[in-house]
T-cell receptor, first 112, second 116 residues
Framework: TQLLEQSPQFLSIQEGENLTVYCNSS?????LQWYRQEPGEGPVLLVT?????EVKKLKRLTFQFGDARKDSSLHITAAQPGDTGLYLC????????????FGAGTRLFVKA | EAGVAQSPRYKIIEKRQSVAFWCNPI?????LYWYQQILGQGPKLLIQ????????DSQLPKDRFSAERLKGVDSTLKIQPAKLEDSAVYLC??????????????FGPGTRLTVT
């Protein structure tokens, strides 16, 4: 059974702090996506990483794909209340199929 | 570009009743997904269509859930009869295809189902 484990499950921090959340698996993925979901809405795509070791930046968010394409991290610098939400990683295109699997998510709350 | 449309947004039914959800994907997207998201959890794939063919329905409870995508565009997901544990948000997503960046999924707002 393929699993994507995200940690931590829940994170509450003060505005201005830095944080990192993790997405780990024993499976190799051809691509990995990060999404953010706000209450009452569907997930919104933030980034896709496809190459082992790849680093992508989106303003204060930095995404890294592990060298072996089994894990990923999301680092947020100087978090703001607007960053509050559920951060989901999704692995796609693993060996043998077209399946996409989602992790359970990290729920982030940034206090003003 | 119009996003993924879903209806209804909210539905409350009694257990053992039937319910249907509708999804209109982004124009031209070949792949359509239905997910179930229980409060506090990540989305769980129920069924994935490539055009109008089923790619994966391994986690669809086929004794009560059914889905179709006629003509490879719109899709409906039906639950009959509903159980209390079916209370969740049902998300529809679409993607251009199933390779490379085509895995990027675009989600609708979801339908929140409450079964009483």
């Amino acid at each position: 059974t393929q699993l994507l484990e995200q940690s931590p499950q829940f994170l509450s921090i003060q505005e201005g702090e830095n944080l990192t959340v993790y997405c780990n698996s024993s499976s190799v993925f051809s691509s990995l996506q990060w999404y953010r979901q706000e209450p009452g809405e569907g997930p919104v795509l933030l980034v896709t990483v496809v190459t082992g070791g790849e680093v992508k930046k989106l303003k204060r968010l930095t995404f890294q794909f592990g060298d072996a394409r089994k894990d990923s991290s999301l680092h947020i610098t100087a978090a703001q209340p607007g960053d509050t939400g559920l951060y989901l990683c999704a692995g796609a295109g693993n060996t043998g199929g077209f399946k996409t699997i989602f992790g359970a998510g990290t729920r982030l709350f940034v206090k003003a | 570009e119009a996003g993924v449309a879903q209806s209804p947004r909210y539905k409350i039914i009694e257990k053992r009743q039937s319910v249907a959800f509708w999804c209109n994907p982004i124009s031209g997207h070949a792949t359509l997904y239905w997910y179930q998201q229980i409060l506090g959890q990540g989305p769980k794939l129920l069924i994935q269509f490539q055009n109008n063919g089923v790619v994966d329905d391994s986690q669809l409870p086929k004794d009560r859930f059914s889905a179709e995508r006629l003509k490879g565009v719109d899709s409906t997901l039906k639950i009959q009869p509903a159980k209390l544990e079916d209370s969740a948000v049902y998300l529809c997503a679409s993607s251009p295809g199933t390779s490379g960046r085509s895995y990027e999924q675009y989600f609708g707002p979801g339908t929140r189902l409450t079964v009483t």
